[in-house]
């Protein structure tokens, strides 16, 4: 039997590809391996920045090193066109390491790419097993889910939005929806197999469209009735301001599943750096609908992404960044300091570019705003009772279990205890905070309990046997 392993760089997105891509492979009779005996090496890589795509190229030539014999395809967000050296003119395979390129969308055509490549394994059953390439079939394609109990469902791929310092809309494509009946079927699926937690995924997860009409909001409900059925938490990723409509604040604030958590990502506080960026909305219209989602979700926490020192972000339009962040007062942000991208506009505002040196210090004075107000909202969780989804239970020498995992309000959390606790649902008593982590204890009652709370705060304790 042929063997195979996977290397995913970049977002959820990626992980969530990588998992049926990983589905296509077993099924056409390869195992995953992560020993020395590799026969198919598979990066899956980010280009969101130009950083992204010199690590993975990087970790592409340390591999063949490492792995000579092994047969390496790259897939992800840098490939432009699938095929391989003989039928494809991506400029990745133009780098000796690389012998296989494909689109995420043309994963069902992988092993009908691998079968000149592998002479000595049987395709013959499975070269149409999934398919053409096409989106419809990739969406098709049962992921082999790594964490049953979390588990992430794309819902669209592509993006519309062409802000001037992304590749995604070259590289992922225009926005293309799944059907909603397809999408919860999925999720109904992932359910029954003992998901917990579900995360829908999209580059702009709000803009979901079926039949012709925007309605992500009506997809959260459907979704949310699961919650009969063992659903706990729906959460969704990447939302963007511009589709933060009120019907969707308004599910949010009404469903059981709901997560008192929103990642909204503003990219800056300054209304003419936004416009540099083709954000298409102003600060106002950002400060509006956060305060709309803090009055229906009174316990809400906030995250946002930034970036720091885009071409021609002056002294003042840094000042505005930094009394916009102490304004919104958020919990989380994912800054990032400038970097050109190949290929997009802002790679071509040379003349506006900020010096390297100054960019880091803007991103240090911004950071330590952010750490401000994200501490201390952290620290007003100290002494309360935190519901625990834990992902990683780690056993200690002295036989004990470090369990971490994250929070309604997506905080994390570390508990100490006699059993591993991964993939449960537990009440746990914050004792403690150390920077972004918080830690804990279990409640001394009898057994580990598992709490579904609504948003209204009422809680219905249930005893795990």
Not at 52 to 57: H, V
Not at 283 to 291: A, Q, T
Request: hydrophobic residues 35%; neutral net charge; contains cysteine.
């Amino acid at each position: 039997m042929k063997t195979y392993t996977i290397k995913t760089f970049g977002c959820q997105m990626n992980h969530s590809d990588s998992e049926r891509v990983a589905k296509v492979l077993e099924q056409s009779g390869f195992s995953r391996c992560e020993g020395d005996q590799v026969d198919l090496f598979i990066v899956n890589t980010c280009s969101v920045r130009q950083k992204s795509e010199d690590k993975a190229y990087g970790f592409i030539v340390q591999q063949k090193k490492k792995y000579p014999n092994a047969l390496v395809a790259v897939t992800g967000c840098m490939v432009r066109q699938t095929g391989d050296k003989s039928s494809s003119s991506d400029n990745l395979l133009k780098y000796d390491p690389i012998d296989v390129v494909f689109r995420i969308e043309d994963t069902a055509r992988l092993p009908k790419l691998l079968e000149s490549h592998f002479l000595d394994h049987d395709f013959s059953e499975f070269s149409n097993a999934f398919g053409s390439g096409s989106l419809e079939n990739y969406f098709h394609i049962v992921p082999k889910v790594e964490n049953k109990s979390q588990v992430f469902v794309p819902i669209m791929q592509g993006c519309d939005k062409f802000c001037t310092y992304c590749i995604v809309p070259y590289t992922r494509g225009r926005e293309l929806s799944r059907p909603m009946e397809d999408i919860v079927s999925e999720c109904e699926q992932h359910v029954c197999n003992g998901a917990v937690e579900i995360t829908l995924l999209g580059q702009n997860v709000n803009s979901y469209v079926d039949q012709g009409k925007k309605c992500f909001a009506e997809l959260l409900l459907k979704i949310d009735v699961l919650h009969k059925q063992g659903l706990s938490r729906l959460r969704f990723t990447s939302a963007h301001p511009q589709d933060f409509t009120d019907d969707v604040i308004e599910a949010l604030r009404t469903m059981q599943t709901s997560c008192p958590y929103v990642h909204l990502p503003v990219q800056h506080g300054s209304d003419r750096v936004l416009r540099a960026m083709n954000r298409n909305y102003k600060v106002e219209k950002y400060e509006d609908i956060i305060r709309k989602i803090r009055e229906a979700i009174p316990n809400v926490t906030i995250a946002t992404d930034i970036i720091v020192g885009f071409p021609g972000e002056t002294e003042e339009d840094f000042q505005e960044l930094c009394a916009f962040a102490r304004r919104m007062k958020f919990d989380f942000s994912y800054t990032a300091i400038f970097s050109p991208r190949k290929h997009t506009p802002a790679a071509r505002m040379e003349k506006d570019f900020i010096d390297q040196d100054e960019k880091k210090r803007r991103f240090h004075v911004f950071d330590n705003i952010i750490k401000e107000t994200s501490w201390e909202n952290r620290e007003s969780a100290v002494g309360t009772t935190l519901e625990v989804l834990f992902e990683k239970s780690e056993k200690q020498s002295d036989g004990m279990y470090v369990n971490s995992g994250r929070s309604r309000e997506f905080f994390e959390v570390f508990v100490k205890s006699g059993r591993p606790l991964r993939g449960r649902e537990v009440m746990v008593g914050i004792s403690e905070r150390k920077g972004y982590v918080l830690s804990g204890d279990l409640p001394e009652s009898e057994g580990i309990q598992r709490a579904h709370t609504s948003l209204s705060n009422k809680l219905k304790v249930l005893t795990i046997k």
